[in-house]
């Protein structure tokens, strides 16, 4: 058990750099997750805190020591892979037992290990098996068994449910919660899959092009995201960028979209981008589910308007429908029974407490 | 087999189904005629060695059908099981092989393991350079070697040529590129990430190597091993250089030697010691013929 911590972390390949001066302070007991795309830096940052990639610029700290030039065996942590790396020569137990049988523990702490270890993980009837006869998700639980034997100070998990199919990946990402509950370890978790560091991590890390772009909980991110890329990351379906500018209309602050389509500003928004220049080119961030079916009694801040769908999906308790707006596909979340069909007009209406603001050219949320 | 495919599926024709059991049909057939026509063509040669190994001189010299023993006697195998000099000479393969073999293992699987996986400067040309090592034949390579011997011979004092043991520095000249080559092909089909978790166990290389490498890569390096015996064993030309007093020859070369007699030729015996040779190699890879197989397949998929 220990904190992690790193100090303006750079990795770079010759001329590339993967990462761009990270700068990330991981509590003890947290479990923290890095996402983003793909060759965005994350697993070379997970690799840089395990020792398996040399740290170009900067410090790596783990439980308070600098650790840069110290070897992966003696930083005392463990790692899952997203291909398990089971030694394929080996049984479960072996596998289990193989760092502690190099650190020559004696025999009978090993073995209260894994089988403590496989009874949380419920594999105990798997142990004597060549990893060749377990399933995708046995071998999964396998090598999360590997690293909690070894009871290390710090977890690292890499894409480790990438493997797996849909259904086995929402199952297994309930037992690493679990796991995680019970041992408390220190964990850095890494994966391209927004849903899953949604709902495992204390804070999620998002990366994008080697930085960090916001760090957060979970809740955090969804509702207050600091960057356009963390707004479109977080969530599925994506938040809505529409196209607008700011409007002073009867003394009023509004938001125009069309020609046609404006709306006021709830009070608290208005005072909040007031400053903003009427003339700047912004985009009106707005998550699926504030843009509804209208309702016969509009609360304060909620906006009506008529549309044309374009495409609809009916998901059972929602249906997602699509229409273009200044040729902007915009997606909204809508009662099943609120009529909605392909091709047919719907009056639909915004939350526009919930909305966001963004700058279109750097991105920033206003 | 594509001609005929497309001959029937001419527009005349009626369509037929079933076509594909029909092609299967053809398909072994051509399987089997070529396959029986190879096994006729490599199984001759061993199947003559066999016959004339049960003739007397005699039966040999005589005007009758070559290919049919009259008179079928072991005299030739008891000749020779029972002459020290040819059991001198099974012996000394047997030993140069053997420790030939050890010492290849020895250079070849950290070198494989080391080019395969610890990058380091130059460790992409050195992969190559080993591999054309191999390439230059052995007639090219027995003068210049002979002369770096006597060098050393004439240096140090301690007498190389004509005695068997100067083979085990001569052999891996041979056998170490080319295990090598493969063992570094099998050791790069290995997953990164199965090292990065030793790694992160806390294995040091060799750890690594001896506890995860050599148990994973076991066909391949059985595969490594088969060759390097088949290599050492039936190796003619370096013996023939290097070694001419009779104590010290090998199999091969002792048969030649020994056997021929100005133009005399004993192949009574000739064949009997060239079956008797053959049958070591014979025996190991009746044994790990499947291992074999599967270390030189190995990267034709993902292991």
Redesign the interface.
């Known amino acids: 058990m220990a904190d992690v911590a790193l100090r303006k972390v750079v990795k770079r390949y010759d001329d590339v750099e993967a990462v761009r001066g990270i700068d990330l302070d991981i509590a003890d007991h947290e479990f923290i997750v890095l996402v983003g795309p793909s060759g965005c830096g994350k697993s070379t940052t997970l690799r840089m805190i ?3 990639e040399d740290i170009s610029d900067g410090d790596i700290m783990i439980g308070g020591d600098v650790v840069n030039d110290v ?3 003696d930083r005392d ?3 899952v ?3 398990y ?5 080996m049984t479960v137990a072996e596998n289990m037992s ?2 502690l049988r ?2 020559h523990y004696p025999k009978a702490e090993i073995k209260a290990r894994v089988t403590e270890a496989a009874r949380l993980l419920d594999i105990t009837d798997l142990i004597d098996r060549k990893p060749k006869q377990l399933s995708g998700g046995q071998r999964q639980r396998v090598a999360m068994g ?1 690293a909690i034997v ?1 009871n290390p100070k710090v977890f690292l998990f890499d894409e480790p449910l990438s493997n797996l199919d849909a259904k086995l990946r929402v199952q297994m990402r309930i037992e690493i919660k679990k796991v995680h509950q019970k041992v408390r370890t220190t964990t850095v978790y890494v994966t391209h899959d927004q849903v899953e560091a949604m709902t495992l991590a204390d804070r999620v890390v998002v990366m994008n092009h080697g930085r960090i772009e916001q760090i957060g909980t979970p809740n955090e991110l969804y509702h207050k995201p600091a960057t356009k890329f963390v707004a479109s990351f977080i969530g599925s379906p994506a938040m809505n960028f529409i196209p607008c500018r700011l409007e002073d209309l009867a003394g009023k602050l509004h938001v125009r979209l069309t020609d046609r389509i404006t709306f006021p500003l709830p009070p608290a928004r208005a005072a909040r981008y007031q400053g903003i220049p009427r003339a700047e080119k912004l985009l009106l961030g707005l998550r699926p589910e504030h843009i509804t079916e209208a309702k016969q009694h509009t609360e304060p801040g909620v906006e009506t308007f008529e549309t044309v769908l374009d495409v609809t999906e009916p998901m059972g308790m929602e249906t997602l429908i699509y229409f273009t707006m200044e040729g902007t596909l915009v997606c909204g979340r809508v009662n099943p029974n609120a009529g909605a069909h392909d091709g047919g007009p719907l009056r639909l209406a915004v939350d526009l407490n919930n909305m966001h603001l963004l700058n279109e050219v750097t991105g920033a949320v206003l | 087999m594509s001609t005929l495919a497309i001959d029937k599926g001419g527009p005349r024709r009626k369509v037929k189904y079933g076509s594909m059991s029909r092609d299967r049909a053809w398909a072994l057939r051509w399987s089997y005629f070529f396959l029986v026509l190879f096994a006729i063509f490599f199984l001759t040669p061993p199947l003559y060695m066999v016959i004339t190994s049960l003739k007397s001189s005699a039966e040999i010299s005589a005007a009758t059908n070559p290919w049919w023993v009259f008179h079928p006697t072991l005299a030739n195998y008891v000749e020779l099981l029972t002459s020290n000099q040819f059991l001198r000479f099974f012996w000394n393969s047997s030993i140069v092989s053997l420790v030939v073999v050890v010492v290849t293992m020895l250079i070849s699987i950290p070198a494989a393991f080391a080019l395969a996986r610890m990058k380091f400067w130059g460790s992409t040309t050195l992969a190559t350079g080993v591999f054309l090592t191999y390439l230059v034949p052995d007639s090219l390579l027995f003068i210049p070697l002979f002369k770096m011997l006597a060098l050393v011979q004439d240096i140090t004092g301690i007498t190389l040529l004509n005695r068997w043991y100067v083979l085990l520095f001569i052999y891996p000249t041979l056998t170490v590129p080319f295990c090598t080559w493969i063992m570094i092909g099998y050791f790069a089909s290995i997953p990164k990430e199965l090292d990065e978790a030793a790694i992160i166990d806390g294995a040091s290389w060799l750890q690594t190597l001896t506890r995860i490498f050599i148990p994973v890569a076991l066909p391949g390096l059985i595969a490594a091993t088969i060759f390097a015996f088949t290599v050492s064993w039936a190796q003619f030309l370096y013996p023939l250089v290097f070694t001419t007093s009779i104590d010290q020859l090998v199999l091969p070369v002792g048969i030649t030697t020994t056997l021929i007699k100005g133009d005399v030729f004993n192949w009574g015996q000739i064949m009997t010691g060239a079956l008797l040779g053959a049958a070591p190699p014979l025996i190991i890879y009746a044994f790990l013929m499947d291992y074999y197989i599967a270390g030189l397949t190995a990267g034709a998929t993902k292991g």
């Open positions: 395990a020792g398996l070897p992966p065996k942590i463990a790692m892979f997203q291909n790396a089971l030694y394929p020569h193989f760092g190099l650190k590997r070894r």
